[in-house]
């Protein structure tokens, strides 16, 4: 009997211990598989006790991921405790205390959390997956080489909501030691609703398990939903989804998609080998297609452990006279107490392919018919009245001597000193170069006869050189306006299009400043609506170019004497504004491929060329002779692109004190030219000059003998000077709009300042002028508006800039900056227009009526 009751003591007692307390060289391991989810346990590991905890006690809730929490605040760096979890297909490990190097100091986590992989994904359609057993039962062996017992706390749960339905607002925290990830499946379902029980039953249907009778009957009612569901063809089809990101500190964090597949990586270093990933604080966003991920897509939470890689560089460059008047640099982003962040985001559907095509077709819609309106104005004009023809085309009668003037004043000297009459001779006898003016410097005769009509200077003293010469120097501006824009679109392209493959490559979205949450993939293009927006300086600026032809042709069939009525015409420079238009366009859809600090230069240098030949339209206008010639034009132009480029690289304090300094020189030696009609020289002799005429005539050296332009000047003295101080005062990253802003202000300015002179001097304006003048000030106004409402910003970093983005407001499709596109467009379309119409009126008037301002 006794011996009966031993040999059970050996096989129920004795033989099991042996397997569960084996020892082995001193190290005792334990195994048990009974270990249940949701249940926390403490034990005690050592170097001579090891844990190996299955936990298989429970299999109702497989169908969502395991997540291990271990904390432990006895381990340490000289014996940290080494965790080990082991699934059918994957090994996962980590340590406690997990050690972080920042930039100050090492961090140090006492608690860790890991999702394991999830490899038997009921949304996966693998075979390999079906070898996976239901009973994907997580292992978790503990081990430290502490030679003290080491307590530690271990729980296994499943993690809830893991599988993200659209449109679903999910909340969770998160810690630099606890990353999270969920599972995004574009197979929603048959009502756009993830139904896990559905999916299990559908995944064993195809892993050609034996499903039940209620299996069975689930499992028909999905296919037959799902067979039911509308489809009106792949245009109708949604092709992505965004996800939007919201949290409500700023603490920085990097947010991670990664592909349908194991392992997912969840820490700072494995996410740059996979995936997209991209920086954030309070808000981020990104857009995902289905041909990408085709059946879904990971989405990782990482809470970084320092606040440097979401903040903005501070400007260390001001000096200690600016930190005393408290010109700050930009402030560091603030934390708040602890690095636990909370998130909040959802998935939402983009447009389908329907949606791109209407709002696509609604904006080139909307410029055609700009189109359509010059096609019925030309079409009004061929049968205008026939009076008004005849009396175009009837030579006008000249003023009594004012024909004579105007032959004297075409009598020049050349370069041999023999006279040369240009009016209405055109032999064979050319100069040598049709570019070589024929009025180099007005003699003191011809200077004190170049004023008519009580002292004024008229364009007529202004207007000597032959109309072929005028047109050759015009056409140099085209020529040069082109041959500018090849040389420099042509690399842009080409770096664009190396930013968009390192884009598509690395995955870090932090290299574009896009609108993530309006920033709509076509192709090969990640943002493909605000490369597509910029059509219209394209089309406007190709019909502007059309309009110019037109009205060229117009004047040729024009007789000699009426060529010698009204403004000189400058059809080149015209042709060069409507080429630089064409090209603004171009250049910045290359700059929306993929938009950053480096390459912004792109979307604004030819608005730069833009701004400064209307300028010179205007001046030209009147100052025929003595205008800028094209080679002077663009090397001004190259000078402002070069220091709009050290203003990107470096915009420190001390280069915005030169460029304020340079600003205002600058307006003061243009305020002197205009003034004096271009008669004014700046040379050493100046100041002396002002000295002797201010002690000779005092009272007279002071008064202005022009109020009307004095005062005209004065005011944008004023305004030059406020944008000045604006400028020195915020000293921002964004030189570039800073330098966009004095030069379209300038333009605002000199072209308010010509239409008042007009009415001073009593020249009348076409009423479709007026038109223009009213329609260019009030899209200019709108168009401003959103400009300043910024959806981007990369003078900030990649995560505040994404503070800045909003969704779509526009058909959909369009953001704010869309519309800019839209409004600038055609706000420079009527600008071009307005310069182009603005003398109209003067086209009957003996140029020796018109004055000089």
Request: with cysteine; proline share 4%.
């Given at each position: 009997?006794?011996?009966?009751?031993?040999?059970?003591?050996?096989?129920?007692?004795?033989?099991?211990?042996?397997?569960?307390?084996?020892?082995?060289?001193?190290?005792?391991?334990?195994?048990?598989?009974?270990?249940?989810?949701?249940?926390?346990?403490?034990?005690?590991?050592?170097?001579?006790?090891?844990?190996?905890?299955?936990?298989?006690?429970?299999?109702?809730?497989?169908?969502?991921?395991?997540?291990?929490?271990?904390?432990?605040?006895?381990?340490?760096?000289?014996?940290?405790?080494?965790?080990?979890?082991?699934?059918?297909?994957?090994?996962?490990?980590?340590?406690?205390?997990?050690?972080?190097?920042?930039?100050?100091?090492?961090?140090?986590?006492?608690?860790?959390?890991?999702?394991?992989?999830?490899?038997?994904?009921?949304?996966?359609?693998?075979?390999?997956?079906?070898?996976?057993?239901?009973?994907?039962?997580?292992?978790?062996?503990?081990?430290?080489?502490?030679?003290?017992?080491?307590?530690?706390?271990?729980?296994?749960?499943?993690?809830?909501?893991?599988?993200?339905?659209?449109?679903?607002?999910?909340?969770?925290?998160?810690?630099?030691?606890?990353?999270?990830?969920?599972?995004?499946?574009?197979?929603?379902?048959?009502?756009?609703?993830?139904?896990?029980?559905?999916?299990?039953?559908?995944?064993?249907?195809?892993?050609?398990?034996?499903?039940?009778?209620?299996?069975?009957?689930?499992?028909?009612?999905?296919?037959?939903?799902?067979?039911?569901?509308?489809?009106?063809?792949?245009?109708?089809?949604?092709?992505?989804?965004?996800?939007?990101?919201?949290?409500?500190?700023?603490?920085?964090?990097?947010?991670?998609?990664?592909?349908?597949?194991?392992?997912?990586?969840?820490?700072?270093?494995?996410?740059?080998?996979?995936?997209?990933?991209?920086?954030?604080?309070?808000?981020?966003?990104?857009?995902?297609?289905?041909?990408?991920?085709?059946?879904?897509?990971?989405?990782?939470?990482?809470?970084?452990?320092?606040?440097?890689?979401?903040?903005?560089?501070?400007?260390?460059?001001?000096?200690?006279?600016?930190?005393?008047?408290?010109?700050?640099?930009?402030?560091?982003?603030?934390?708040?107490?602890?690095?636990?962040?909370?998130?909040?985001?959802?998935?939402?559907?983009?447009?389908?392919?329907?949606?791109?095509?209407?709002?696509?077709?609604?904006?080139?819609?909307?410029?055609?018919?700009?189109?359509?309106?010059?096609?019925?104005?030309?079409?009004?004009?061929?049968?205008?009245?026939?009076?008004?023809?005849?009396?175009?085309?009837?030579p006008p009668t000249p003023h009594e001597g004012g024909d004579s003037r105007v032959r004297r004043?075409?009598?020049?000297?050349?370069?041999?000193g023999s006279s040369t009459h240009a009016a209405g001779q055109h032999g064979d006898g050319s100069?040598?170069?049709?570019?070589?003016?024929?009025?180099?410097?007005?003699?003191?005769?011809?200077?004190?006869?170049?004023?008519?009509?009580?002292?004024k200077l008229c364009v007529a003293s202004l207007s000597r050189c032959r109309a072929r010469v005028?047109?050759?120097?015009?056409?140099?501006?085209?020529?040069?306006?082109?041959?500018?824009?090849?040389?420099?679109?042509?690399?842009?392209?080409?770096?664009?299009?190396?930013?968009?493959?390192?884009?598509?490559?690395?995955?870090?979205?932090?290299?574009?400043?896009?609108?993530?949450?309006?920033?709509?993939?076509?192709?090969?293009?990640?943002?493909?609506?605000?490369?597509?927006?910029?059509?219209?300086?394209?089309?406007?600026?190709?019909?502007?170019?059309?309009?110019?032809?037109?009205?060229?042709?117009?004047?040729?069939?024009?007789?000699?004497?009426?060529?010698?009525?009204?403004?000189?015409?400058?059809?080149?420079?015209?042709?060069?504004?409507?080429?630089?238009?064409?090209?603004?366009?171009?250049?910045?859809?290359?700059?929306?491929?993929?938009?950053?600090?480096?390459?912004?230069?792109?979307?604004?240098?030819?608005?730069?060329?833009?701004?400064?030949?209307?300028?010179?339209?205007?001046?030209?206008?009147?100052?025929?002779?003595?205008?800028?010639?094209?080679?002077?034009?663009?090397?001004?132009?190259?000078?402002?692109?070069?220091?709009?480029?050290?203003?990107?690289?470096?915009?420190?304090?001390?280069?915005?004190?030169?460029?304020?300094?340079?600003?205002?020189?600058?307006?003061?030696?243009?305020?002197?030219?205009?003034?004096?009609?271009?008669?004014?020289?700046?040379?050493?002799?100046?100041?002396?000059?002002?000295?002797?005429?201010?002690?000779?005539?005092?009272?007279?050296?002071?008064?202005?003998?022009?109020?009307?332009?004095?005062?005209?000047?004065?005011?944008?003295?004023?305004?030059?000077?406020?944008?000045?101080?604006?400028?020195?005062?915020?000293?921002?990253?964004?030189?570039?709009?800073?330098?966009?802003?004095?030069?379209?202000?300038?333009?605002?300015?000199?072209?308010?300042?010509?239409?008042?002179?007009?009415?001073?001097?009593?020249?009348?304006?076409?009423?479709?002028?007026?038109?223009?003048?009213?329609?260019?000030?009030?899209?200019?106004?709108?168009?401003?508006?959103?400009?300043?409402?910024?959806?981007?910003?990369?003078?900030?970093?990649?995560?505040?800039?994404?503070?800045?983005?909003?969704?779509?407001?526009?058909?959909?499709?369009?953001?704010?900056?869309?519309?800019?596109?839209?409004?600038?467009?055609?706000?420079?379309?009527?600008?071009?227009?307005?310069?182009?119409?603005?003398?109209?009126?003067?086209?009957?008037?003996?140029?020796?009526?018109?004055?000089?301002?």
């Amino acid at each position: 009997m006794k011996s009966c009751w031993l040999i059970k003591f050996v096989f129920l007692f004795l033989i099991p211990l042996s397997v569960c307390q084996r020892i082995n060289d001193g190290i005792i391991f334990h195994y048990n598989n009974t270990y249940k989810y949701n249940v926390p346990y403490t034990i005690e590991v050592s170097k001579n006790t090891e844990y190996i905890m299955e936990f298989g006690g429970d299999v109702e809730a497989y169908d969502t991921p395991a997540r291990v929490t271990v904390a432990s605040d006895f381990a340490n760096r000289t014996y940290p405790l080494f965790i080990t979890a082991r699934q059918q297909k994957g090994v996962f490990s980590w340590q406690l205390p997990m050690l972080v190097q920042t930039p100050d100091t090492l961090e140090q986590f006492t608690n860790i959390s890991r999702t394991l992989c999830p490899h038997n994904n009921i949304f996966s359609e693998d075979q390999d997956t079906c070898e996976i057993t239901n009973l994907n039962t997580p292992i978790v062996h503990l081990t430290s080489s502490s030679p003290d017992p080491i307590k530690v706390t271990i729980v296994v749960q499943t993690v809830e909501n893991f599988y993200i339905k659209m449109n679903t607002v999910v909340n969770m925290t998160s810690t630099p030691s606890q990353p999270k990830y969920y599972f995004y499946p574009f197979d929603q379902g048959p009502n756009e609703v993830v139904d896990l029980d559905s999916q299990s039953i559908k995944k064993k249907f195809i892993c050609n398990k034996e499903l039940d009778t209620n299996e069975k009957v689930t499992l028909d009612r999905y296919m037959l939903r799902s067979n039911l569901r509308t489809d009106y063809g792949w245009l109708s089809k949604p092709k992505s989804v965004i996800v939007m990101i919201e949290s409500d500190d700023d603490i920085c964090a990097v947010v991670s998609i990664q592909n349908f597949s194991c392992p997912v990586f969840d820490n700072e270093r494995d996410i740059l080998y996979d995936g997209y990933y991209l920086t954030m604080t309070r808000r981020g966003g990104i857009t995902l297609t289905q041909d990408t991920f085709p059946l879904g897509f990971y989405i990782v939470f990482i809470v970084k452990t320092s606040d440097d890689d979401c903040a903005g560089a501070a400007n260390d460059s001001l000096p200690n006279m600016a930190h005393y008047f408290g010109w700050q640099g930009r402030a560091s982003v603030a934390t708040g107490d602890g690095r636990v962040k909370t998130f909040s985001f959802k998935i939402i559907q983009t447009i389908s392919y329907q949606e791109y095509f209407i709002a696509a077709g609604a904006a080139l819609a909307f410029f055609l018919s700009f189109y359509v309106l010059f096609a019925l104005a030309v079409l009004c004009q061929r049968y205008r009245p026939r009076d008004r023809q005849e009396r175009l085309l009837a030579p006008p009668t000249p003023h009594e001597g004012g024909d004579s003037r105007v032959r004297r004043r075409r009598v020049v000297n050349d370069s041999s000193g023999s006279s040369t009459h240009a009016a209405g001779q055109h032999g064979d006898g050319s100069s040598s170069s049709d570019t070589d003016t024929d009025l180099s410097t007005l003699d003191g005769a011809a200077e004190r006869d170049a004023y008519l009509l009580g002292g004024k200077l008229c364009v007529a003293s202004l207007s000597r050189c032959r109309a072929r010469v005028l047109s050759a120097r015009s056409r140099l501006y085209l020529w040069n306006v082109l041959t500018v824009a090849v040389f420099y679109t042509l690399p842009v392209v080409q770096l664009v299009v190396t930013y968009q493959r390192l884009l598509n490559q690395s995955g870090n979205q932090d290299l574009c400043y896009f609108n993530f949450l309006c920033a709509h993939p076509l192709l090969a293009l990640s943002d493909f609506n605000h490369v597509y927006s910029n059509l219209g300086y394209v089309l406007l600026g190709a019909l502007f170019v059309a309009q110019v032809w037109r009205r060229q042709r117009a004047h040729e069939r024009r007789t000699q004497q009426q060529k010698e009525l009204g403004i000189p015409q400058h059809f080149g420079l015209l042709y060069a504004m409507g080429a630089a238009l064409v090209s603004e366009g171009l250049l910045s859809a290359a700059y929306h491929v993929c938009p950053n600090s480096m390459n912004f230069q792109f979307d604004t240098s030819f608005m730069y060329v833009t701004a400064v030949l209307c300028m010179v339209r205007l001046y030209q206008a009147r100052h025929a002779d003595v205008n800028a010639r094209a080679h002077a034009t663009f090397g001004v132009l190259a000078l402002i692109i070069f220091i709009g480029l050290v203003g990107v690289l470096n915009a420190n304090f001390y280069f915005w004190v030169a460029f304020t300094v340079l600003h205002l020189v600058t307006c003061l030696v243009m305020t002197f030219q205009i003034y004096y009609l271009g008669r004014f020289r700046l040379d050493g002799e100046v100041l002396w000059r002002a000295a002797r005429s201010l002690s000779a005539r005092p009272l007279a050296a002071v008064t202005p003998a022009r109020a009307g332009r004095c005062v005209l000047l004065l005011l944008a003295n004023l305004a030059n000077w406020a944008l000045a101080a604006y400028g020195l005062s915020q000293h921002g990253r964004d030189f570039a709009s800073h330098l966009l802003l004095v030069l379209m202000s300038n333009l605002f300015l000199y072209t308010l300042f010509y239409i008042a002179m007009k009415l001073l001097h009593r020249e009348t304006i076409a009423w479709y002028s007026w038109a223009f003048i009213a329609l260019t000030y009030a899209v200019w106004a709108g168009s401003s508006y959103l400009y300043l409402d910024l959806s981007t910003d990369w003078a900030l970093s990649p995560a505040q800039s994404r503070r800045r983005n909003r969704v779509c407001s526009l058909l959909q499709l369009y953001d704010s900056h869309d519309a800019w596109h839209f409004l600038s467009a055609t706000a420079m379309f009527f600008s071009f227009n307005m310069y182009l119409t603005i003398d109209d009126n003067l086209s009957d008037t003996p140029r020796t009526d018109i004055m000089v301002f």
